[in-house]
């Protein structure tokens, strides 16, 4: 009987509103009971229908909205739920029952590291909510049992984030320039990538340009990270330019080990090809994982020509938010390193001359993304002290700032 009253109601509203085109004229709580009842007896085809003429005249009727995404989400529609729970909650953020409800859609979907981000969000403006509280921890445990006990979100987030979402390409631009207190002219940074994920591992044609010393150039590469098991996986990368500004040809090959208690260790090496001479750079790298905690150190250890060896190393370090393409981070390095800036002396390029200077680097960065998921923004600035190649001990200062944006589909 009361289906029955609900869908009468529904058809004498219509009635009244013959052709969509027509704005809403009804009341829109009578309207919202009605699709309500209908919702709640597997009629919830009709009961959209009825919720989007409301929101057509009442996009802010929080309860409708809700009530419309709770449908998508019951339907298996997860996508649909999340674009209309996201536009409550970017606005009521205290609103329990919509985080609750946004949650939920997300672990229905199997999108743990999403329900979790949600959850840790919601958590910020719904202090200590028990329920809350549960389906945080029922979407780590999630997360724990796809990667094995032991791991950290921030591992699952770091080591695979695109295994975890159903985007298996991505496209990113990166925009940057560096100012220099003496010497040098302004140097600009860009580079185009185009990431896909195959079973084999991701595949990774980039193509950068930079204009240096009132010089241009691009250089033309590929990365590849190849999937051996769960805990082996490897990194590939050639890359190859004609311009001065680039080594002519470059090489890496490195191994990376998943270890117990969320660490990794990683071994490789950097094969560079220079017009009148080459050089070889040996790396290794250490990482753990603590909550949403990164840290990382790695080390570049470079021959000299003089039988010396140049040691240098990078530490980072990041705290992933709600999801595995928003954080914030810092990198500090001391020593060469590699390909960060190319010199000249002279009036003549020197590629190779960065393996064996000193400098510092301090670096800040911040990546979020959007309220459209797909699209992430992202920005960096840095401090660097580097020794001027021509003049061994003394320094420049160079300050250094890009944004990048990535897009996935």
């Given at each position: 009987v009361l289906q029955l009253h609900s869908a009468l109601l529904l058809f004498l509203m219509s009635l009244g509103m013959f052709a969509q085109e027509l704005a809403y004229s009804g009341n829109p709580d009578i309207s919202f009971f009605a699709a309500r009842d209908l919702a709640f007896n597997d009629n919830r085809s009709m009961a959209r229908d009825t919720l989007k003429r409301i929101l057509t005249v009442y996009p802010d009727y929080a309860d409708v909205r809700e009530l419309l995404a709770k449908t998508y989400s019951w339907d298996g529609e997860h996508d649909k739920a999340r674009a209309e729970f996201n536009k409550i909650t970017s606005v009521e953020r205290e609103n329990k029952e919509v985080w609750v409800a946004a949650i939920k859609n997300e672990i229905y979907a199997?999108?743990?590291?999403?329900?979790?981000?949600?959850?840790?969000?919601?958590?910020?403006?719904?202090?200590?909510?028990?329920?809350?509280?549960?389906?945080?921890?029922?979407?780590?445990?999630?997360?724990?049992?796809?990667?094995?006990?032991?791991?950290?979100?921030?591992?699952?987030l770091v080591k695979d984030p695109l295994e975890l979402t159903n985007s298996k390409n991505r496209v990113r631009i990166d925009n940057s320039f560096d100012i220099f207190d003496i010497i040098y002219e302004p140097a600009i940074y860009t580079s185009v990538e185009y990431r896909r994920e195959t079973k084999a591992g991701y595949i990774i044609p980039r193509l950068n340009y930079n204009n240096r010393f009132e010089t241009h150039g691009i250089q033309y590469g590929i990365d590849f990270y190849p999937k051996f098991s769960k805990t082996f996986y490897g990194y590939l990368n050639y890359a190859y330019s004609d311009a001065p500004i680039f080594p002519d040809h470059r090489v890496r090959v490195e191994m990376y080990a998943n270890l117990p208690k969320a660490l990794e260790s990683s071994a490789g090496i950097i094969y560079l090809d220079f017009v009148d001479s080459s050089a070889e750079v040996y790396t290794g790298s250490f990482g753990m994982y603590r909550?949403?905690?990164?840290?990382?150190?790695?080390?570049?250890?470079?021959?000299?020509?003089?039988?010396?060896?140049?040691?240098?190393?990078?530490?980072?370090?990041?705290?992933?938010?709600?999801?595995?393409?928003?954080?914030?981070?810092?990198?500090?390095?001391?020593?060469?390193?590699?390909?960060?800036?190319?010199?000249?002396?002279?009036?003549?390029?020197?590629?190779?001359?960065?393996?064996?200077?000193?400098?510092?680097?301090?670096?800040?960065?911040?990546?979020?993304?959007?309220?459209?998921?797909?699209?992430?923004?992202?920005?960096?600035?840095?401090?660097?002290?580097?020794?001027?190649?021509?003049?061994?001990?003394?320094?420049?200062?160079?300050?250094?700032?890009?944004?990048?944006?990535?897009?996935?589909?």
């Open positions: 199997e999108n743990y590291p999403t329900a979790l981000g949600l959850a840790n969000k919601a958590l910020l403006y719904v202090k200590k909510d028990e329920d809350i509280e549960f389906l945080r921890q029922r979407a780590l445990n999630a997360l724990q049992e796809k990667y094995g006990k032991g791991k950290d979100l921030s591992e699952a909550g949403n905690d990164y840290y990382s150190l790695r080390t570049y250890v470079a021959p000299q020509p003089n039988g010396n060896t140049g040691v240098s190393g990078l530490f980072k370090a990041r705290r992933y938010l709600k999801d595995a393409d928003t954080y914030v981070g810092i990198n500090i390095a001391m020593g060469y390193t590699p390909e960060l800036k190319q010199l000249s002396a002279n009036n003549i390029l020197l590629s190779e001359s960065l393996l064996f200077i000193e400098s510092q680097l301090l670096q800040f960065e911040y990546q979020f993304s959007g309220k459209n998921t797909n699209n992430i923004y992202g920005a960096t600035l840095g401090l660097t002290r580097q020794e001027l190649v021509f003049d061994p001990g003394r320094f420049f200062w160079a300050v250094s700032a890009g944004i990048n944006y990535q897009v996935k589909f």
